[in-house]
Nanobody, 130 residues
């Protein structure tokens, strides 16, 4: 019922920046907690950043703290990831995700585990050259 579409990926040089966007559509009971995950070749999907339903709380993986910023604009059903000081090891397919289960419909927390999320986008490739 919820569709997520990412955009903004591409090729960028090490040290550069990139801004990813995710637009949500479809029927929902309320705004959902959301997050960004990534999967590099040969590695498991890993947590990148999360944001609560209202945007009042955020959480980041240690590997991206100080470099990435997650934000949302609920009036536009938008989720964003601003990435600075990109490194080759940031190369991955980036996915946006949402927690739409009734159990957490009224929650104010961030979620960091992939299993917490039940709606996923198709992913967008970010390639950082050295």
């Amino acid at each position: 019922q919820v569709q997520l579409v990412e955009s903004g990926g591409g090729l960028v040089q090490a040290g550069g920046s990139q801004r990813l966007s995710c637009v949500a559509s479809g029927r929902t009971f309320s705004s959902s907690a959301m997050g960004w995950f990534r999967r590099a070749p040969g590695k498991e999907r890993e947590f990148v950043a999360a944001i609560s339903r209202s945007g009042s709380s955020t959480d980041y993986a240690d590997s991206v703290k100080g470099r990435f910023t997650i934000s949302r604009d609920n009036s536009k059903n938008g989720l964003y990831l601003q990435m600075y000081s990109l490194k080759p090891e940031d190369t991955a397919v980036y996915y946006c995700a949402a927690v739409t289960t009734v159990t957490y419909l009224f929650s104010s927390q961030c979620f960091t585990k992939p299993d917490d999320y039940n709606a996923w986008g198709q992913g967008t490739q970010v390639t950082v050259s050295s």
